[in-house]
């Protein structure tokens, strides 16, 4: 299976601001995708990233708040713009590889808005 | 709209008490259930795809079984480093996401 990597693993923003995650994979990969977990909630996919097409964004996400880029076929980043105490969450990144569209998970990035 | 429910949202078992995981879906067409194991302040840990009713799948002390409505995790001597969240996923035919369950949080005491 594919290792992925994810950075920050954490970090503490302030109200308003924005941060951007990393997602890299060892190997190239077609599709990536980013969830979020909310505190004591499951998995909710955000959105779908192609490399070299729009990402695809799932209902209730939108690209302002949410843009993502995809520029190569080992890379990813998700970007929280504009944030609040609400979009306090872990932030994962999966790849679709190996058997069946099963797809692996990245060690997420636990975000904290004041 | 694809749905999954997992029950029960805890359990809690003594070292080598063996126990079931529920997971109920709803989806116009199964392409593949998927479960993972989830340890605190770490990304899901991929451990079974299911693709179709009667398939079974195993691995050390965990087997994991499909209907058409619901699949189970079956947990058989649990130790206390099975301690965890366990998710289950559905995947759609024609999708890619996955739309998950809310988890079961599984605590073995030694």
């Known amino acids: 299976s594919a290792v992925i990597s994810q950075k920050p693993s954490r970090d503490i923003c302030q109200r308003g601001t924005s941060l951007t995650i990393q997602c890299q994979v060892d190997s190239q990969v077609t599709m990536m995708f980013w969830y979020r977990q909310q505190p004591g909630q499951s998995l909710t996919l955000i959105a779908t990233?192609?490399?070299?097409?729009?990402?695809?964004?799932e209902s209730g996400f939108v690209i302002d708040k949410f843009p993502i880029s995809r520029p190569n076929l080992t890379f990813s980043t998700l970007t929280v713009s504009n944030m609040s105490p609400e979009d306090s969450s872990i932030y994962l990144c999966?790849?679709?590889?190996?058997?069946?569209?099963?797809?692996?998970f990245g060690p997420g990035t636990r975000l904290t808005v004041l | 709209e694809d749905q999954v429910t997992q029950s029960p949202e805890a359990l809690r078992l003594q070292e080598g008490e063996s126990s079931s995981l529920n997971c109920s879906y709803t989806?116009?067409?199964?392409?593949?259930l998927f479960w993972y194991r989830q340890d605190p302040g770490k990304g899901p840990e991929f451990l079974f795809t299911?693709?179709?009713a009667g398939e079974e799948k195993e691995k050390e002390r965990l087997k994991a079984t499909l209907t058409k409505k619901e699949s189970f995790l079956h947990i058989t001597a649990p130790k206390p480093e099975d301690s965890a969240t366990y998710l289950c996923?559905?995947?759609?035919?024609?999708?890619?996401?996955?739309?998950f369950g809310q988890g079961t949080r599984l605590t073995i005491n030694p």
């Open positions: 990233a192609n490399q070299g097409s729009e990402a695809t964004y």
């Open positions: 996923a559905v995947q759609d035919q024609g999708a890619q996401k996955l739309v």
């Open positions: 989806v116009s067409g199964l392409r593949g």
């Open positions: 999966s790849v679709d590889g190996g058997p069946a569209d099963t797809q692996y």
């Open positions: 299911l693709y179709s």
